[in-house]
């Protein structure tokens, strides 16, 4: 039995159903808090379960919550909202990405991390092994000093650029993997960088078929996409409905290319709504309902207008590839 770690505990991957497979529900992080930047706090937990239950009443049964500890957890809230409407949830372990790390960290998480005053100090200053003892805790006790245990671990990197940090943590989390069998997500800024985080994680003996790659509809670059997906690791195209960085035809026929190529049990589709303006409940966003309710439709067609089967493909998007992507290593 293939085994998946949720807030609520460990299910058989086969009760997964369909899934989300990178988003942010409550989370304040300090970074955008310190900068006063509101659309980027997620910070009513009300308006976010309203969000939540549009998708639980369309048929959506699972939703990966990608927060990390430096982007602002709100992991008692989360797990709430999963309980009040029987949404799974997986949380994420680790690290995002270096320019949030000169953040403060809170009194409350001090108490987790130690004295630190930003988190660009508190990795600065731990060894790897330390902070690979940090992520280990995280899935196997729970995030943050609650019971409530990651699903996944998680590291990320800038544009164009792995800090020292950044490749610190992207160590840990490899080791983290290897002592946990946790499956490992990798945050990239505007889709750059993944073969790079791919050479790392392979001097630390990652087998890559446990790793899924973010952003990767942020750069829609046909080759680059087919680079990552020989390494058998999974692409996740978590930006649908923005619209700001590319049109949804460019995504579609990014995903489509890649399902031609023969790469459509890596594909790993979700939003990162991760603003109150892409939330509907928030400021009249599209909110989680639309990916279900909108896009799904449209990629069928347009799928079935290049003689693809649309719906065995919408299958293996959001309930067979997040069963095999999100389960522990045997």
Known sequence: MSIVRTFLGDIDANELGFTYSHEHIVCIPPYWKERKADDLLLDNKHSSQKDVQDFADLGG??????????????????????????????????????FLWE??????????VG???????????????????????EIEEGLEGTSYRGGQVKFGTGYNRITPLEEKTIRAVARAHHETKAPIHSHTEAGTMALAQIEILREEGINLHYLSIGHMDRN??????????????????DGI???????????????????????????????????????????????????????????????????????????K??????????????
């Open 61 to 98: 049964k699972t939703i990966v919550d990608a927060t990390a500890i430096d982007y602002g957890r709100c992991v008692e809230d989360v797990v709430q909202i999963s309980k009040e409407t029987d949404i799974k949830i997986v949380g994420t372990a680790g690290f995002n990405k270096s």
């Open 220 to 237: 829609l670059d046909p080759y680059l996409h087919q680079q990552i997906a020989k390494t058998g690791a999974f692409l996740s195209f």
């Open 241 to 315: 409905a923005k619209i700001k960085y590319a049109p949804e035809s460019a995504r579609i026929k990014a995903i489509l290319d890649l399902v031609k190529a023969g790469y459509e049990d890596q594909l790993l589709i979700s939003g990162d709504t991760a603003r109150k303006s892409y939330y509907k409940h928030y400021d009249y966003g599209l909110g989680l309902a639309y990916i279900k309710k909108e896009w799904v439709p449209r990629f069928i067609d347009e799928a079935e207008q290049q003689h693809l089967d649309g719906e065995k493909l919408i299958e």
């Open 115 to 137: 004295n630190y005053s930003t988190f660009a100090d508190w990795i600065a200053q731990s060894t790897v092994n330390q902070l690979t003892e940090h992520v280990v805790k």
């Open 103 to 112: 953040a403060a960290i809170s009194e409350r998480l001090k108490k987790v």
């Open 317 to 330: 998007f959001f309930v067979e590839n997040p069963k095999r992507c999100f389960s522990f290593k045997d």
